[in-house]
């Protein structure tokens, strides 16, 4: 094995003297606090054109159907419909199948129905009313097909392919060690495999231990339904969306309707949510077809259900080989995940990619070989999911960790703190280093819920147990270029251009606060521009928990661009050296005096003013020795602890205390960031109790709707809630900051599964964690007891 | 005047008049239009969210004589005779209301979807609880969703409010 090299510029260490920050690492009230508030934000849901027509489609009911005839007739005459899409309507010059790395997922069904929410055809009315009575009468004849509802009936021998023919694909370039295949078998569109050392290591080992673990998938739940209103009258296209990567979709909305990136305008006002679900095409490429069908502007909005319906978590099955010596050293891993990516490819090869690249966790291996398949099932499509496999891996990860550590008779601990990868450790061969201290971070974590303290009492029916488990995933996204546009008025105000949406996280207020803090300008200085393709410098998307870790980069060099300039500026018409002046409180400063940029710009550019400008970029140098091709811009860690009551007559599971902490690196804006670790934590939480999508093998969603699909509520909290940020300052944002907003959801499940453990002597393997299953596990664990002398 | 046993009597459109965030309005309304759907299509009041529109979320909550009902499961011509707030009429003359400064100040929201509910919510708990304990925070705030913020930084602004409002607070 080669030896590791560490990128140094992944880890910056934090100024020893740090001169204060005014803005930056303070929490003034959030920039679009006043339009929350009072209700006035806009969101997608609100935008009404002119002569605005009303989208519904008709929904498949069959799992699994060949469409034999659509009879639409009747639609097409019924009151205030004004188009009727159906397969066979789509016009012959686009292409009508999107997707990410594939492109397999139809505007409407053209032959088959893949599951039960399909699209089978599209209407446009006066109101969403008659758009829905005008479906009513669309008769369709369906050729019920075997159905795959999960992973095994899709991977059975017999199982019928979803697709017969391969959709268009691509696979991307990989660095040392990965690769993948499209359709390597059927019903599997993607394979990703990672590969590191020599698999003879397995032979050196004291034990291997092969687990399986199973993980239930949620749905996004973002309270703002999938919407978008399209105007594609004439020759230019805009779009209204509630949508978290506005240039993406520009592009391929282009792609499929053939028209130039330049014709097309997305915009996006403010995001109720999406939490993942709301990249790429969603709504868009209906209200866009229907547009253009109908010469009118069509909206089209989700009901919740049909959100449901529409994109969802990955389930998965997680098989984990793992050899250890006999005193705990981590030596080899293998593994086997199984995405369920139902019915379309979505952003499935890419939750492939991380659950695949992700599954060694924050430890030291001398071989890792990971296959991670995406398979086709006659359910709603998986897609991207806060967390992005990473929560996958880190439950099935951090629950083996754990059994290896109490089969060995070694508490999870010190497993845990003999194994962790050191600070600047590259994560593996070719990769950057790990920018938090890993072993730092969990004894926060365990000092808070009181770990090593913790005492157990057997006699009881409620027994108490703690867990402890590592949250670990790569962040800021792979190739993703970011491009930010700072402008100075004649005035001192300052505009701030850039892609990244606002959809809670707080975007518009951190990155102004950098911007401001770079100026030295009070907040209120900094406006943030509306999201608007046509004007914004190009932006990847607002995902990844890349807002700070990789758009601050790209605002922090604009800032600093048009600082540059104003200094250079002023200077030259002070006569002074530019290195003299500084920005402080919206005015030039020079040996202490201030000099207001106003009387020097007019004086020189005359009266009608100026703006100064910069642009700033960044992205993550391509390396071909990286696996992903481009070292991992921050590792987004998060430590879980979890103190648990088990009622041994039950089987119920409560959570006495709850805590979590992420590594920000530097908090920007530390109100803000607690309620994102807040709320990752509890949907981890949720995720681990009780909340889940329920398919029968028939693939029917039995809870698809929101009255019983159960997410948590204020009196789901844990009695003792406890959130802790940690500023390590090793990240590579500005002011030493690291992504954030996703790493408290990966370990929580993992935690609960561990203190259940710790309290019972039970393993669960398979989420959500039940009072059925518990108490199933209890009354096994009793007649094994029972049947051994 | 609607008849209790037959409210719309056969009839497509019924005549309505209620007092809304302060003001008398005469409206009429087709039978079927929602009360969440007049507030935001016909009067434009769009502080009013639609989310589940199954009575679930709470995204869609105003007050109808002070108490918080789910407008999207509600009919338009059931708000004959009642005073609707809304979170338009919440603050005044550019003041925020105590319970919308609390939100501001305890970071309580972040994509503010479900904010209108969830501070009409709060203004209808605390005139009921001037002055409620955690328990009964949790209970009331229960029945609306948040999917941003897992509700720690909410319940404190209601702890906030309530402290503000009972006047044993002055900032």
Redesign the interface.
């Known amino acids: 094995m080669k030896p590791p090299t560490v990128a140094p510029a992944q880890l910056r260490d934090r100024p020893a003297a740090t001169p204060p920050l005014k803005v930056v690492g303070h ?1 003034p ?2 920039k ?12 997608s ?2 935008i009404v054109l002119p002569g605005m027509l009303h989208a519904k489609v008709l929904r498949s009911a069959r799992a699994h159907a060949r469409i034999v005839s659509i009879d639409a007739a009747a639609a097409r005459q019924a009151p205030g419909v004004h188009v009727v899409v159906t397969g066979a309507d789509l016009p012959a010059h686009i292409m009508p199948f999107y997707g990410y790395f594939i492109k397999d997922q139809p505007i409407v069904a053209l032959d088959k129905v893949r599951y039960i929410g399909d699209i089978v055809c599209a209407v446009a009315a006066q109101t969403e ?1 008659a758009a829905i009575a005008a479906l009513r009468l669309v008769r369709v004849h369906y050729e019920d097909l075997p159905v795959a509802a999960n992973i095994e009936q899709a991977l059975a021998d017999d199982a019928r392919a979803l697709f017969d023919d391969a959709p268009m694909g691509v696979v991307p370039a990989y660095g040392d060690g990965a690769s993948a295949q499209l359709r390597p078998r059927k019903n599997v569109c993607y394979q990703f495999n990672y590969r590191t050392g020599d698999a003879a290591a397995f032979a050196r080992c004291d034990h291997v231990f092969e687990d399986e673990f199973r993980f239930s998938r949620m749905t ?6 999938f919407v978008s209103v399209a105007d594609a009258r004439g020759d230019t296209m805009q779009v209204w969306a509630s949508c978290q990567n506005p240039f993406p979709l520009r592009k391929e909305l282009a792609r499929m309707f053939k028209w130039p990136e330049n014709r097309i305008t997305v915009q996006v006002p ?4 999406g ?1 993942g679900a709301k990249n790429n095409v969603k709504t868009e490429a209906v209200s866009v077809l229907l547009s253009m069908l109908t010469g009118r502007p069509v909206r089209f909005c989700l ?2 259900e049909e959100g449901f319906l529409t994109n969802t978590q990955h389930a998965a099955i997680l098989r984990l080989k793992t050899g250890v010596m006999a005193d705990g050293r981590l030596v080899a891993r293998q593994s086997e995940i199984l995405l369920d990516a139902g019915a379309y490819s979505d952003g499935s090869p890419l939750v492939a990619e991380k659950a695949g690249y992700r599954i060694p966790g924050p430890y030291r291996w001398e071989h890792i070989d990971t296959a991670c398949l995406c398979v086709m099932t006659n359910t709603a499509p998986a897609g991207p999911f806060r967390g992005f496999g990473g929560t996958q891996t880190s439950w099935a990860s951090e629950s083996q960790i754990d059994m290896i550590a109490r089969r060995l008779g070694i508490d999870p601990y010190v497993l845990r703190m003999r194994n962790l990868l050191h600070l600047g450790d590259p994560f593996v061969p070719g990769e950057s280093g790990i920018d938090s201290d890993l072993r730092q971070g969990l004894d926060v974590v365990c000092e808070e819920i009181g770990y090593h303290r913790r005492t157990h009492d057997p006699r009881s029916t409620l027994r108490r147990g703690m867990g402890i488990a590592i949250g670990f995933k790569d962040g800021g996204g792979v190739n993703k270029p970011a491009q930010a546009r700072v402008k100075v008025s004649t005035s001192g105000d300052v505009f701030l251009q850039c892609g990244t949406v606002e ?4 975007a518009r207020t951190a990155l102004s606060q950098i911007t401001a803090e770079i100026l030295g300008v009070p907040l209120d200085k900094v406006a943030y521009a509306p999201i608007n393709t046509d004007y914004l410098p190009f932006d990847q998307g607002t995902n990844a928990s890349s807002g700070i870790a990789v758009m601050g980069q790209a605002v922090e060099r604009a800032a600093r661009g048009v600082r540059d300039q104003v200094l250079a500026f002023a200077a030259s018409q002070l006569g002074v050296e530019a290195g003299a002046l500084q920005l402080g409180n919206g005015v030039v400063l020079h040996a202490g005096k201030p000099h207001p940029l106003a009387p020097m710009v007019m004086r020189h550019y005359g009266g009608t003013g100026f703006e100064f400008s910069a642009d700033g970029f960044f992205k993550a140098a391509s390396d071909h020795h990286a696996p992903l091709e481009a070292p991992c811009v921050f590792w987004e860690i998060a430590w879980g602890a979890a103190e648990v009551e088990v009622d041994t007559a039950t089987g119920q599971v409560k959570v006495v205390k709850l805590v979590a902490s992420g590594d920000a690196g530097r908090a920007i804006n530390p ?2 960031l ?3 670790e ?6 981890g939480l949720s995720q681990a109790l009780f909340e889940h999508m329920i398919y029968d093998d028939q693939g029917r969603l039995l809870n698809a ?3 019983t699909y159960r ?5 789901d ?1 844990p009695h003792d ?1 406890v ?1 802790i940020t940690q500023e390590q300052g090793h990240g590579p944002g500005p002011f030493g900051a690291k992504g954030a907003g996703e790493g408290t959801i990966l370990p929580i499940a993992s935690a609960v599964a561990n203190a259940i453990h710790d309290a019972v002597g039970v393993r669960i393997t398979c989420l959500p964690i039940t009072p059925v299953r518990v108490l199933e596990a209890l009354i096994n664990q009793q007649i094994n007891q029972e049947s051994v002398p | 005047m609607v008849d209790a046993a037959s409210p719309v009597g056969g009839r497509s459109e019924c005549a309505l008049r209620l007092t809304l965030n302060g003001a008398e309005r005469n409206l009429t309304v087709p039978v079927e239009r929602t009360a969440a759907d007049l507030l935001r299509d016909d009067l434009r009041l769009t502080g009013t969210r639609i989310g589940c529109s199954r009575g679930v979320c709470g995204a869609c909550v105003a007050l109808v004589d002070g108490v918080p009902v789910a407008t999207c499961s509600m009919f338009a011509f059931q708000l004959d005779g009642c005073s609707v707030q809304t979170i338009e009429g919440l603050d005044q003359d550019g003041q925020l209301h105590p319970v919308q400064q609390a939100f501001v100040d305890q970071g309580a929201f972040q994509c503010g979807y479900c904010t209108s509910g969830m501070v009409l919510l709060t203004k209808a708990l605390l005139e009921q609880h001037p002055r409620p304990d955690r328990a009964t925070i949790c209970e009331w705030i229960s029945s609306n969703v948040c999917r941003c913020t897992g509700y720690a930084q909410i319940i404190a602004a209601v702890e906030q409010a309530g402290a503000r409002l009972a006047g044993e607070e002055s900032t």
């Open positions: 929490s009230p959030r679009d606090a006043l339009e929350k508030v009072t209700g006035r934000a806009v969101y849901t609100d009313a996004h739940y973002h309270l703002e339904p403010f995001v109720g949510g939490f009901t919740m959809i809670g996280q707080g109100v803000m607690k309620g994102q807040d709320g990752a934590a509890i949907m709707d929101p009255l997410v948590p509520l204020a009196e909290l809630f959130t």
